[in-house]
């Protein structure tokens, strides 16, 4: 950034394309204990320009290789509390004159803000929310997401069901397993009969070793086990790919070690 600031974006191939992974601020202040980005909470909000300008580094990059045709607002920052500025860049980026990634192709993940989720759910824009839930109840969410001390869960999923009700998308619940904490038999069981009749997709996520926080990963075979119990219970969920481990490409992870190095 002008300022010296740096920001990470991580670029990822899928069998459909290109997907950019994109920081809306520089740090976070929401204080996740999985996540890097948080640890020295929210230097600032980025502008509208300069997420843009992440998308534009990222296909100067691919050159011939192609271009970027997928979004998810999932890097540092929490994107609902850059609210303006995030709102104008999903207007903008969705342009054929920018960088023509239509809103379909964009996720926006948020740690459940509950207000600003119903004010996003109004905008009318066709973006699929991705909601950071990792625990079946508050009590378990208060040790991974100090934001679940301030809002309780069930006002977050009620938030999701309005966001289903005026957009008709379903929303999808990303779910970090966490080794001790989340990953019990008894939590995808009550996980599934509070996503029960809400129009979602759960994607797992095997956690990635944060150095600097002490938490444990899973095995896979617990992964399994856990999405085997999900689709028992008629919900439709995937084990995510972990990907950027080997690049230290996790949240807020690659900007440290930049950091480090400088
Ligand atoms: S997971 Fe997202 S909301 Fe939570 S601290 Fe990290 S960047 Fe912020």
Not at 144 to 149: G, H, R, S
Not at 190 to 196: C, I
């Given at each position: ?31 996740c204990r999985f996540c890097a980005?948080t640890l ?104 991974l ?33 966490v ?28 956690l990635?070793t944060v150095e600097e926080r002490d938490l444990r ?46």
């Amino acid at each position: 950034m002008r300022d010296g600031n740096c920001v990470e974006g991580v670029l990822m191939h899928y069998h459909y394309g290109w997907s950019l992974c994109i920081s809306t601020q520089v740090g976070c202040r929401m204080g996740c204990r999985f996540c890097a980005s948080t640890l020295e909470g929210c230097v600032r909000n980025l502008t509208c320009g300069e997420m843009i300008g992440e998308v534009i580094c990222a296909n100067r990059d691919l050159g011939e290789r192609g271009r970027v045709g997928h979004i998810v607002l999932m890097g540092a920052g929490e994107p609902l509390d850059n609210y303006d500025e995030v709102m104008r860049f999903l207007r903008l980026v969705s342009r054929e004159e920018s960088c023509g990634v239509g809103l379909r192709h964009i996720s926006l993940s948020t740690c459940g803000l509950v207000e600003k989720m119903r004010r996003f759910a109004q905008e009318g824009l066709p973006v699929t929310l991705s909601l950071s839930l990792h625990a079946p109840n508050d009590e378990i969410r208060k040790q991974l997401m100090p934001v679940a001390q301030r809002y309780r869960m069930e006002e977050v999923l009620s938030a999701c069901r309005y966001y289903v009700e005026r957009t008709g998308r379903r929303v999808v619940f990303e779910y970090a397993l966490v080794g001790g904490v989340n990953d019990s038999e008894a939590c995808a069981r009550e996980l599934a009969s509070r996503l029960r009749g809400l129009q979602c997709h759960v994607n797992l996520i095997p956690l990635n070793t944060v150095e600097e926080r002490d938490l444990r990963g899973v095995s896979e075979a617990r992964v399994q086990q856990f999405l085997h119990t999900l689709e028992k219970c008629h919900i439709s969920a995937t084990r995510r790919r972990e990907m950027g481990d080997d690049i230290a490409g996790a949240c807020g992870q690659l900007r440290r070690r930049v950091l480090e190095r400088t």
